[in-house]
């Protein structure tokens, strides 16, 4: 089997159109219904919701897409870095946007910040970090919203994730919660960014 990836020169918010187009290219072949978005201030989750509405094939209604931002504190004590006004816009187009703490961050990251070293789970998100940081991205979020019961386990999703802003990966996967990490299988990476 051949199946191609797109590899961007250098990592970051300038790959989001492309790596948007890369996707639908994706979806239009495919049957995966569920995409799972870190977008953590919507920004780049209303560009794929406007390129799918003129380049998806299919029918948008069998889609399900969901939004993940950071967890309320993550930069400022008690806000979210996600306006209502956006999050009303998604919701008016049927897109959830799911806030929670990080699966591969959690109280581990509480720990390590007051007591120094590191937790298990820390080094999984590491780890994944080490292709990009989207990968760790796709896999978090999918843990993320397996968990919150708004996508399945079992079954095949696209993830897509950046560094810091906007998109620059894509992966296909099947998600797995939290209790059984290691049950989550990458299947396909459609674009990540070089190191
Ligand atoms: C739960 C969550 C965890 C994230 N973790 C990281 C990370 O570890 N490293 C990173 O570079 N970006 C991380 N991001 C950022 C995303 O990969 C992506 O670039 C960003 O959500 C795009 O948001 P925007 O549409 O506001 O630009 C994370 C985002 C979310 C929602």
Same mark, same amino acid.
């Given at each position: ?122 080094? %999984? ?31 095949? %999703? ?38």
């Amino acid at each position: 089997m051949k199946k191609s990836i797109t590899y961007f020169e250098n990592p970051g918010e300038e790959n989001t159109d492309e790596l948007i187009k890369l996707v639908i290219d994706r979806l239009n072949y495919s049957k995966i219904k569920y995409i799972a978005v870190a977008s953590v201030t919507g920004k780049s989750i209303l560009k794929l919701i406007k390129e799918l509405e003129n380049s998806y094939e299919g029918n948008l209604k069998d889609l399900k897409i969901i939004n993940v931002s950071h967890h309320a504190g993550f930069k400022k004590d008690n806000e979210l870095e996600i306006d209502d006004e956006t999050r009303l816009k998604l919701e008016k187009k049927g897109i959830i946007t799911y806030v929670g703490s990080h699966a591969l961050s959690g109280v581990g990251r509480g720990i390590s910040n007051k007591f120094g070293g590191v937790t298990p789970v820390e080094i %999984i998100a590491a780890t994944l970090r080490m292709f990009s940081q989207g990968i760790k991205v796709c896999g978090e979020i999918s843990i993320m919203l397996a968990d919150s019961g708004l996508i399945p386990v079992g079954e095949n %999703i696209i993830a897509i994730g950046g560094t810091g802003k906007g998109f620059d990966t894509a992966t296909i996967l099947t998600p797995a919660n939290m209790t059984k990490v290691f049950d989550m299988k990458f299947h396909e990476i459609i674009a990540i960014p070089l190191p």
